[in-house]
């Protein structure tokens, strides 16, 4: 099963009646990587950015964390660590949520081996580090299609 399919089975408990998750992928605050490269200071500075100014926005973040749009909502949703060849890294709590009204911008840019997603949102703004693989371009293409029709 993959990631995206894990946070939509996982996502149903914490949605309103109608809801559904149109889009997601697993995340980790902006550094996460790098702390584990061995830039340690760096990482740790990057994070701990990313965290105050999700924090300062009302939205708090996880590690790791799913991001997900529905129709009403962006929701940053626990995740437990994946083992590998798909193997846990199940939802586990609903973190935070906003409406999508609150939310600017969610932007994806290349980054090496991964992407960067940065949200917008209520005049702030945080970055995530995402997987190659990760459907971030979805995401944020999912969140442009469910404001434009709210």
């Known amino acids: 099963m993959k990631s995206e399919d894990k946070i939509k089975e ?8 109608g809801e559904e998750v149109l889009a997601a992928f697993v995340a980790r605050p902006r550094g996460w990587g790098q702390t584990h490269a061995g830039s340690i200071q760096l990482g740790t500075h990057q994070q701990a950015k990313a ?3 999700a ?3 009302g939205f708090e973040l996880a590690s790791p964390m799913a991001l997900a749009v529905t129709q009403r909502r962006l ?3 626990s995740m437990g660590a994946q083992v590998g060849m798909g193997v846990g890294g199940g939802v586990k709590e609903l973190v935070s949520a906003v409406p999508l009204s609150d939310v600017d911008s969610i932007k ?3 980054l090496l081996l991964g992407k960067t997603v940065e949200v917008g949102l209520r005049g702030h703004s945080f970055k995530l580090e995402v997987g190659a693989g990760a459907n971030a371009k979805g995401v ?3 969140f442009e ?3 434009a029709t709210a």
């Open 10 to 17: 996982g996502a149903r408990p914490f949605l309103a009646e």
């Open 140 to 142: 944020a293409e999912a």
């Open 55 to 57: 924090e300062q926005a």
């Open 75 to 77: 929701l940053s949703l």
């Open 108 to 110: 994806v840019k290349r």
């Open 51 to 53: 965290r105050g100014s």
């Open 145 to 147: 299609r469910a404001r």
